[in-house]
Each structure stands twice: as C-alpha cells, then as structure tokens.
T-cell receptor, first 114, second 111 residues
Framework: ETGVTQSPTHLIKTRGQQVTLRCSSQ?????VSWYQQALGQGPQFIFQ???????GRGNFPPRFSGLQFPNYSSELNVNALELDDSALYLC?????????????FGQGTRLTVV | RKEVEQDPGPFNVPEGATVAFNCTYS??????FFWYRQDCRKEPKLLMS???SGNEDGRFTAQLNRASQYISLLIRDSKLSDSATYLC????????????FGKGTRLHILP
C-alpha cells in the first residue's frame, strides 16, 4: 500500500456543522496536499502544506483550513458545512518538486452533508 | 485555459483494441507528468510517470510533447480490467508548485 492513511473513511454531517479530517502521510514526505473530488470529477486542489506551513491554495473559501504536524500527520478542517461539500476528500504526500515527484494517496474520506 | 485538460469520454473500446488519450497543460514551467488510474469509488493510483524521451511499461506507452504542451497515454491490446478513469497529472518544480489533476478520461472496455 501507499503508506498514507486517512480517517474516518466515511462521515455524515449536517449542514452548518464543522468537520475535521485526518491524514497520516508517508514517513519522510514533508509535503501534503488535500483534494476534493466530487462525483464524476477529477480531484480539485484545496491546499498544500510544506513543513507545517500552507504552501499554495486552490479556489476554496477560507472555511477550508488545514494543519500539518511534525510527525507527518495533517488535518483538513471545514467550517459551516454546505451540501456541496459532499465529496471524497483525498490527501496525498510527496516530496517537494523534483523530476519524479509521485503523489501517494490515502484511500480518502467520503463526506456526506445532509 | 484550464491548467490541465482532458477529454472526459467515455471511451467505449472493444477488448483487444488500442486506445489513446491526450492531455494538455497550460503551465510551460511544469516539470513532472504522470498518469494515474482511478477505479470507481477508490483513490487514484500511479499508473506511470511520463518522461521526456517517452516511456513504455508493458501495454502502456506514455509520451510528452513539451513544444505543444501535451502528454499522451496509449494502451495496446486493451483488457476488461483496463476499464477505469485515467487522470493526467502535472507537477511544477520546487516546493511552491502544486500537483494539478485533470478531470479524468473514462474508459470502458467492452467484451
């Protein structure tokens, strides 16, 4: 397997609630990226963390925030959940840049907002 | 222009046929290119990296054309198990660049 694990695997929340998704990256990979994948779409880049600092952000509102910890784990927090936030959330760990920067994905957290 | 564009398909191809996908990217500074495969309701998994000189892995061949800013994936002698969504992935250089996915091309291999 990839060495990247996410929790929980499935989650149901109510509109307006807050959620925290967790990711344990592959050891030694100091870059973690989070993606949102709606049904039938490709993964959309949310943000990237490098050495515990946000290092790039996609077109997502501020209610999407994150943290990265020294032990290669990270979190995605979403406040004020909306129905459209229902999606598969993927984290991927990688080395920064380089000619062979493969992203290793976790199995994802499927979030349903009702 | 979108950062990474793919034909969403679906491509419906008979078993044993050859099929090819293209993907275009907008950032000429992009350095790394990959094809990922994603099965229904699963996470994406690396299929192959794409090198400047082109590369082959069994029935799969990947090509990069920097001048025209596209990459391609060729699948020969397609199998039923090749049915999946194929995601084109482009990565920049250095820690400030990010990995961008295309929306994927759906492939259905027909028996």
């Amino acid at each position: 397997e990839t060495g990247v694990t996410q929790s929980p695997t499935h989650l149901i929340k109510t509109r307006g609630q807050q959620v925290t998704l967790r990711c344990s990256s592959q050891s030694g990979h100091n870059t973690v990226s989070w993606y949102q994948q709606a049904l039938g779409q490709g993964p959309q880049f949310i943000f990237q963390y490098y050495r515990e600092e946000e290092n790039g952000r996609g077109n997502f509102p501020p209610r999407f925030s994150g943290l990265q910890f020294p032990n290669y784990s990270s979190e995605l927090n979403v406040n004020a959940l909306e129905l459209d936030d229902s999606a598969l959330y993927l984290c991927a760990s990688s080395l920064p840049g380089g000619a062979s920067t493969e992203a290793f994905f976790g199995q994802g957290t499927r979030l349903t907002v009702v | 222009r979108k950062e990474v564009e793919q034909d969403p398909g679906p491509f419906n191809v008979p078993e044993g046929a050859t099929v090819a996908f293209n993907c275009t990217y907008s950032n000429s500074a992009s350095q790394s290119f990959f094809w990922y495969r994603q099965d229904c309701r699963k996470e994406p998994k690396l299929l192959m990296s794409v090198y400047s000189s082109g590369n082959e892995d069994g029935r799969f061949t990947a090509q990069l054309n920097r001048a025209s800013q596209y990459i391609s994936l060729l699948i020969r002698d397609s199998k039923l198990s090749d049915s999946a969504t194929y995601l084109c992935v482009v990565n920049g250089w250095g820690r400030d660049d990010k990995i961008i996915f295309g929306k994927g091309t759906r492939l259905h291999i027909l028996p």
